[in-house]
């Protein structure tokens, strides 16, 4: 049995090698939880109202990290302090300062910055928006340099994947002025919480929901007979 000082070196060698491993996870990085949805469940999340269906369009080589830990957010381009938007432009910031402009209603509907992300209604169109979305991610990464010297490197073909998205957390997207869209498309993007946009895959509980919707899809058949009969 340790006695009292023991306890007390074996305690302070603990505390002295928490900033060590906490480095060391800093240095490393630790593996994030997968954040997706199996289909069985995200079909029942959406009969219950409380999450909608969408489209999310990017290089593939995002979308395959996406489906295993989730959308990222925007990080550029959306800022809606004009302080910030405008602070390389000496003529607006000193308009800005003088007139106390704070930004028109496109400004203050762009998604967050490191905290929203974009995704398609789930329309006709918003599947075509999202396919355009997805030609210019794999654009982007083909062009990359590193893909551009390496001749044994597949084109990237961009992919479009299914989500589904907490309602609570949508909202329109920016680009429409009165009822009229700059681009055709537009009208189906939406913004909401990274974190509420989940990607669908089928995952390890893929044979049990399955199953459940099978067996669902019976009860639903012989109701029908029950009623016709």
Do not use: C
């Not at 000193?94 to 992300?117: C, E, F, H, L």
């Not at 961009?158 to 309602?167: A, F, I, T």
């Not at 949508?170 to 055709?184: A, F, P, S």
């Not at 199953?211 to 899809?217: A, E, M, P, S, Y």
């Amino acid at each position: 049995m340790k006695t009292f000082s023991q306890f007390q070196i074996d305690m302070n060698e603990r505390v002295n090698l928490k900033p060590i491993i906490k480095s060391a996870s800093k240095l490393f990085g630790r593996a994030k939880p997968p954040r997706s949805i199996d289909p069985y469940f995200a079909n029942r999340a959406v009969e219950r109202g409380s999450m909608v269906r969408g489209f999310h369009g990017q290089s593939t080589k995002n979308i395959t990290q996406y489906q295993k830990t989730g959308v990222t957010p925007t990080v550029s381009g959306l800022k809606t302090d004009p302080l910030v938007q405008y602070k390389n432009n000496p003529a607006t910031l000193d308009w800005i300062k003088r007139t106390g402009y704070t930004g028109g209603s496109r400004n203050q509907n762009m998604a967050r910055p490191g905290v929203d992300a974009y995704f398609a209604a789930a329309t006709k169109e918003g599947r075509k928006r999202a396919g355009q979305y997805a030609k210019r991610g794999a654009s982007y990464e083909n062009q990359k340099l590193k893909n551009v010297l390496n001749p044994f490197k597949r084109k990237d073909k961009g992919k479009v994947m299914d989500v589904v998205v907490n309602k609570r957390s949508v909202r329109k997207g920016w680009k429409d002025t009165d009822g009229k869209y700059d681009n055709r498309g537009d009208a189906s993007e939406r913004i909401a919480k990274a974190k509420d946009i989940i990607p669908v895959v089928p995952g390890p509980s893929a044979k049990v929901g399955k199953f459940r919707l099978t067996q669902q899809l019976r009860k639903d058949r012989k109701l029908n007979r029950n009623n016709i009969a």
